[in-house]
């Protein structure tokens, strides 16, 4: 048994679910800081029910942030816990000086796809590797974030 970590996954499979969670980890951090950003600069008519919104965004993105990063430790490796690190695995771009509401929420919309097309190639290699936990993780959020992808969709066509 000494091919398997302390949860009883192979320690292959875990390497491989540890690189793909610390993709995720740094979408998640981009993401959040490009959300805070929409907190901070967003202006106009909507901007007190967009400001406390984005609030609301980030600190959920942040939560996730904490449980991605302790699911790669359950794995016994390490979370990347470096901004350049993240800048360079990231698939969400840094968003700056954004001001415009609709701008905004256009950004997190495009923030939330990436991440759930993200959650779906991490779901794909951990039902490979029997991986309950990460894919449970991860099918939650992307439940969650689907509705969310809906709300922001009605937002916008209004
Ligand atoms: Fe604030």
Not at 54 to 66: G, I, N, R
Request: net charge negative.
């Amino acid at each position: 048994m000494s091919d398997t970590n302390s949860i009883g996954l192979h320690e292959g499979s875990a390497t491989q679910l540890a690189e793909k969670l610390n993709h995720l980890l740094a979408n998640y951090q981009i993401f959040y800081m490009n959300v805070r950003g929409y907190h901070w600069n967003v202006r106009g008519n909507d901007f007190f029910e967009l400001h406390a919104k984005f609030e609301e965004f980030y600190t959920d993105l942040l939560a996730k942030v904490d449980e991605v990063a302790e699911r790669i430790l359950t794995l016994g490796h390490k979370p990347v816990h470096a901004y350049s690190d993240y800048v360079t695995l990231s698939r969400i771009q840094e968003d700056k000086d954004v001001h415009d509401g609709t701008t905004c929420v256009k950004g997190v919309l495009k923030g939330y796809q990436t991440i759930i097309e993200l959650q779906r190639e991490l779901l794909a290699i951990a039902s490979d590797a029997d991986d309950e936990g990460t894919a449970a993780q991860a099918g939650d959020y992307i439940r969650e974030q689907e509705k969310t992808i809906w709300m922001l969709n009605a937002y916008l066509s209004k």
